[in-house]
């Protein structure tokens, strides 16, 4: 009875994945992004009730289909719905941590990103250069753009493919998190932005990364791209750390209107900085649990 469950359910996962790819395609794409994003639930949730091995073959199966009935665009993004639906099942099945969880879906997010404005960026017809010297040529023709020159500008694409990344990450965290609990799936992991803890042990081999990049960069004249990206990946990290802990201070202090304005910060170059550190402090002190419990005291 099992068994016959788990191929009939894994068959109406990879049908409604075939059935959505044909409805995507004739309506030009327009709702490929959605569809991707609501499709990681079933794989997740397949993915905790049975094994690795039969999670994987559905997400072949729907991968077959949509090769078959869906766009080039849309084939890519059913590949990287599987990868982030058979990972987030098995994170739930293994009771990983948070931090486990965001990493490995923003690393997932992250190479969706390359493919899509790298690897098949001729495919797609994204060209994410040009797309950014234009801006920069708008942002100089209204007298926005001259504190930094075009290169400096330019150079901001890691961290923006890095934040989108992250973004796209969390997105689909909270999504899962909202819909398995409906279907009585244990989510233990609160996604929400206050909840967000490195653990310690963690913190530090992070904050080696943080130290030894940056000095490769400064010192070591090893200024490569994944260096920048490894980098830029772990300061923001740090970062979302150190928004929750301001925001936190600011709600256990009696000020939980201002703590809205912790994610404006993040857009001011010198208080985005200050928060990175906050971050740092915050994981390798625990300086945010010590306050909660002191709370609850």
């Known amino acids: 009875m099992l068994k016959t469950n788990r191929l009939v359910q894994g068959a109406m ?5 075939g059935v959505l790819s044909f409805f995507n395609t ?4 327009f709702f490929d992004a959605f569809i991707g994003y609501i499709m990681v639930v079933p794989f997740a949730w397949y993915g905790y009730r049975y ?5 994987i073959a559905v997400s072949l199966a729907s991968i077959a289909i949509v090769f078959m009935t869906g766009l080039p665009t849309f084939i890519l993004i059913a590949v990287i719905t599987c990868m982030m639906g058979v990972y ?5 099945k293994r009771q990983a941590s948070q931090l486990v969880m965001l990493a490995g879906t923003t690393i997932i997010a992250f190479i969706d990103l390359i493919l899509v404005y790298e690897v098949f960026a001729g495919l797609f017809g994204v060209d994410l250069v040009a797309e950014m010297t234009e ?3 708008m942002l ?3 007298g926005l753009g001259t504190a930094i020159t075009l290169q400096n500008f330019l150079d901001f694409i890691p961290m923006m493919i890095m934040l ?8 689909v965290l909270i999504l899962c998190q909202g819909l398995l609990r409906r279907f009585k799936v244990p989510f233990n992991n609160d996604f929400h932005i206050l909840n ?3 653990p310690l042990k963690y913190g530090y081999i992070l904050l080696a990364i943080l130290l030894g990049c940056y000095g490769m960069m400064r010192f070591g004249q090893f200024d490569l791209t994944i260096i920048r990206y490894i980098y830029v990946f772990v300061m923001m990290i740090f970062m979302v750390d150190g928004m929750a802990a301001a925001a936190t201070w600011l709600i256990v202090n009696g000020h939980p209107r201002l703590s809205g304005f912790v994610f404006f910060a993040c857009f001011i170059p010198p208080l985005l900085i200050a928060i990175e550190l906050i971050g740092i402090f915050d994981t390798i002190t625990q300086w945010r649990k010590d306050l909660l419990q002191h709370r609850e005291s």
């Open 26 to 29: 004739y309506t030009a794409s």
């Open 135 to 137: 801006t920069y040529k």
């Open 164 to 171: 989108m990344s992250l973004m796209e990450a969390y997105v």
């Open 51 to 55: 094994s690795i091995r039969d999670n």
């Open 196 to 198: 967000f803890m490195i």
């Open 13 to 17: 996962i990879a049908a409604l994945f």
């Open 88 to 92: 987030i099942g098995e994170c739930l």
């Open 140 to 142: 100089a023709s209204a």
